[in-house]
């Protein structure tokens, strides 16, 4: 199918070929359409898979051609961190390119003087991070009386990192009148209320495989113990002559210090975590982006919003506390029907996690045990009906 077919303008389905698209995504064939109607939408897909042209293409549409008045803006896209921010943005910039939208990323980290001035005419599509949209608010750099539209993107992981309070904020200032638009990568507990209390009689749209490992993404792991993993990971890198990968760690000092135990060992890399300045950030990503730098070190948070096409590999150096940050993570990798791969140093405190894991995957992960990095704490056979005592009756 077409672009043509989904009811956008040819100015924009012109922006679109230019970015290389010929045909649709599956949740953009499916999104488009319903959010050009006006209607509320709840969709759940993997990373990769195109969620933000599935809002960002119908809203540019609507919104194309029409007055602004001053402090005003049409429509909202909140987003988790600053890097997705910019990223959204980004996007928009290159699909609005033949229509007269305007549009503005605003940040913590940001200059508010220069939001300001931008706001001052009105401003279409802002796309913000929570915390930063509320000081806006306060200061009255912006009025919400004339919304048309609110993104929750990426919904999951703002809940997960604190923002519920904020958006409850920012929602209570919004008209009751307006399309509500929900793109998540899995619909948890928390977004499930969030869902229950914001948006009423949405159209869903859930795509198969949404919230588990896509076939072109290649899962194994080695087990190890904790002592040994940075050893393992500069073998592993060395010995398969990894160009590129995203390695998720679970603390800021490890981040540092893993780099200088990779670099002892002659392997460049380096690390972004949320202390590090938002310029450093920034150019760190885009060196990495670039292929300038080809092993990045990251935290969780620091990684959220992380959008890289043709990413090879994440590595768990660390596995995450929560079964959903695993999904995210490995949806870094096998975007757009490319193949990817995620690997996983596991040592035996780690087990638990991993029966969950694995449960929630509804499979056993590959094991690659390596004999020269095998563990004297042994990491027990997987039990995929696994259940912590906590949660049994």
Known sequence: MPFTALGLSESLVRAIAEQGYESPTPIQEKAIPVVLSGKDLIATAQTGTGKTASFVLPIIERLAG???????????????????????????SRYAKYSNISYLAMYGGSEIALHKRQLIDGVDIVVATPGRLLDMAHQRALHFDELECLVLDEADRMLDMGFI???????????????????????????????????????????????????????WLVTVDKDKKSALLSHLIQ???????LIFIRTKHGAVKLVEQL??????????????????????????????????????????????????????YDLPNEIDEYIHRIGRTGRAGAKGEAVSLVSKDDFK???????????????????????RKVVPISILNYVPKSKRT
């Not at 009148?177 to 928390?190: C, G, M, V, Y």
């Not at 010995?239 to 990968?245: E, N, P, S």
């Not at 996690?353 to 563990?375: K, M, N, Y």
Request: hydrophobic residues 40%.
């Open 66 to 92: 029409r007055k602004l008045r001053g402090k005003r803006i049409r429509a909202l896209v909140l987003v988790p961190t600053r890097e997705l921010a910019v990223q959204v943005a980004e996007n928009i």
């Open 165 to 219: 309070g904020d958006i409850n904020k920012i929602i209570e200032r919004l008209p009751e009148e307006r399309q509500n638009l929900l793109f998540s990568a899995t619909i948890s507990p928390q977004v499930k209320q969030l869902v229950k209390t914001t948006i009423h009689h949405a159209v869903e749209i859930l795509l198969a495989g949404s919230d588990v490992n896509k076939p072109d993404i290649s899962q």
């Open 239 to 245: 010995t398969h002559q990894w160009q590129q990968a």
């Open 263 to 316: 670099a002892k060992r002659g392997i460049v890399a380096d690390y972004i975590h949320g202390d590090r300045s938002q310029v450093v950030r920034m150019q760190i990503l885009d060196d990495f982006k670039s292929g300038k730098c080809g092993l990045l070190v990251a935290t969780g948070v620091a990684a959220r919003g992380l959008d890289i096409d043709d990413l090879d590999r994440v590595v768990n």
């Open 353 to 375: 996690t991993l029966c969950s894991i694995e449960s929630r995957l509804g499979h056993i992960i590959e094991r690659r045990d390596l004999e020269e990095f095998a563990p």
